[in-house]
């Protein structure tokens, strides 16, 4: 058994090929793209950089396939000091795939084909039951399996983990899922998506918080957070700031905010942390490359505060 680590991350890893265009092409047009990048990527291997660079010893368990992508993923971990004995290669199933599309003023939408994620099991999840009962908090998405992601939540809850749920890309969840959570983190699509018919942010966000029974913060990009806790909703301005590519900046938060929580810091605190460093993350391209360390995140927020 590997040392434990602060937080584990049951994680997506999905390489992504970025393409930059004024807009999206209409059905039958071919379009003249101006950049393209790849990026090791996927929300919870992101979620895993941001808080490993935030200063949490970090674990991650998931399946990449027998490529040379995977090496890429492994060098990546391995210099980010992430303990990656809980991934498998998979025998049957490439690396998973992002085709994220960046807009021009930074907007961005993503397909992934997730492959070797969707063979991550119960079995994997098991095999990895110390470092989740180990861990302050355990992050878990919907890019993996949800049988997985249900155990791997209720081995965190037995053992008093903190579990934060990221309900992303969006699927129904399942009750049993919502027992073993303590904060939930989707974004604005997602919101929409899983209380649908409710047009006002905030009343959404009031009506998902009855459903789930627990804290939920609300990613908003530009427009903020809104953060609701025991019945009653707030919202966290975002800081402003020129957007280069917005891919990841929600795996920035979720990163840094289940970071600052194994470290310590209470939910407010530990959300205006995350608030500043998914800002700055937004102002470099791709999504784990461009997560801030600790030292930047805390630079920024002096800065900001001087500024008041
Ligand atoms: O949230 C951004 C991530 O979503 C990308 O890295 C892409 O791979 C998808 O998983």
Do not use: W
Request: glycine fraction near 10%.
């Amino acid at each position: 058994m590997s040392t434990p680590s602060q937080l584990c991350v049951i994680a997506s890893f999905m390489y992504d090929l970025v393409v930059t265009a004024p807009r999206r092409p209409e059905p039958g047009e071919t379009l003249v793209g101006t950049d393209f990048a790849t990026f090791v990527g996927g929300k919870g291997f992101n979620q895993a950089v941001a808080a490993a660079r935030t200063g949490a010893t970090t674990a991650v368990v998931g399946r990449l396939g027998k490529d040379p992508f995977a090496e890429e993923f492994r060098e990546f971990l391995l210099a980010e000091g992430i303990d990656d004995s809980g991934v498998r290669i998979d025998p049957e199933h490439g690396t998973g795939v992002g085709l994220p599309y960046v807009q021009e003023d930074g907007q961005n939408s993503i397909t992934i084909v997730p492959r070797a994620n969707l063979a991550v099991t119960e079995g994997d999840v098991e095999a990895a039951r110390e470092q989740i009962e180990q861990a302050e908090v355990l992050l878990v998405g919907l890019e993996i399996p949800m049988p997985a992601v249900v155990r791997a939540a209720q081995l965190g809850r037995a053992a008093g983990t903190t579990v934060v749920l990221n309900p992303a890309p969006f699927h129904p969840v399942p009750p049993e899922l919502l027992d073993s959570v303590d904060i939930v983190v989707p974004n604005e699509v997602e919101l929409r998506q899983m209380v649908p018919g409710v047009p006002d942010p905030t009343e959404a966000a009031l009506a998902l918080h009855d459903q789930v029974g627990c804290a939920l913060v609300v990613t908003c990009g530009s427009q903020g957070l809104i953060v609701v806790e025991r019945g009653s909703a707030r919202t966290v301005p975002a800081h402003r700031v020129e957007a280069v590519d917005t891919i990841g900046a929600g795996d920035a938060f979720c990163g840094c905010l289940g970071a600052r929580l194994a470290l310590g810091d209470p939910l407010d605190e530990a959300i205006d942390y995350a608030n500043a460093a998914a800002a700055l993350s937004v102002t470099r391209s791709g999504g784990a490359p461009s997560v801030p360390s600790a030292a930047e995140t805390t630079r920024f927020i002096d800065g900001r505060s001087a500024a008041l």
